[in-house]
T-cell receptor
């Protein structure tokens, strides 16, 4: 099992560019989520999904889109990058959001100039 | 009030010390809680779950106080390798899991 994989590991964007952060898991988990982590702010939930075809907003969804067409994949799209989106992005998955361990990917370090 | 709050620290303790962190949560209906450990520039990893009856794993003890709506993590006989950021997690409204901002622990020799 590869667990949760994320690509790319590092990315530099210019303001206004768009891109997609990829996330995949091979554990057949229903629940997947995206977080961003900024110094002193901890992990903040961007979007989450409780299964294929179902997504919902988290705490900081503005500027990001997600889709969940398969159980395995949960890409995060930045529509028009802004310097405020410079952060470390983590994807996570779990069997369910209730009472189960979340497995995190290694993260994507994004810088927007 | 934030949904999940932690003292950011840092807690600077000598090796062998006992240290405790608290984490308060706002949703009284929350049922399951966790402590995660995050090393510098790495992803968070599960440390332990928090059960109503408490949970002990070696030098680590996690407790839940529903009346005051907080969870705690106690680390006994601290090791240098315990230096990390400790994150608490609580489910909030809907299907959301919310992380605290983390407490930094530095264990010094």
């Amino acid at each position: 099992n590869a667990g949760v994989t994320q690509t790319p590991k590092f990315q530099v964007l210019k303001t206004g560019q768009s891109m997609t952060l990829q996330c995949a898991q091979d554990m057949n988990h229903e629940y997947m989520s995206w977080y961003r982590q900024d110094p002193g702010m901890g992990l903040r939930l961007i979007h989450y999904s409780v299964g294929a075809g179902i997504t919902d907003q988290g705490e900081v969804p503005n500027g990001y889109n997600v889709s969940r067409s398969t159980t395995e994949d949960f890409p995060l799209r930045l529509l028009s990058a802004a310097p405020s989106q410079t952060s470390v992005y983590f994807c996570a998955s779990s069997y369910s959001y209730r009472g189960y361990e979340q497995y995190f990917g290694p993260g994507t370090r994004l810088t927007v100039t | 009030r934030k949904e999940v709050e932690q003292d950011p620290g840092p807690f600077n303790v000598p090796e062998g010390a006992t240290v405790a962190f608290n984490c308060t949560y706002s949703n009284s209906a929350s049922q399951s809680f966790f402590w995660y450990r995050q090393d510098c520039r790495k992803e968070p990893k599960l440390l332990m779950s928090v059960y109503s009856s408490g949970n002990e794993d070696g030098r680590f003890t996690a407790q839940l106080n529903r009346a005051s709506q907080y969870i705690s993590l106690l680390i006994r006989d601290s090791k240098l390798s315990d230096s990390a950021t400790y994150l608490c997690v609580a489910p909030q409204g809907g299907n959301k899991l919310v992380f605290g901002a983390g407490t930094i622990l530095r264990v010094k020799s």
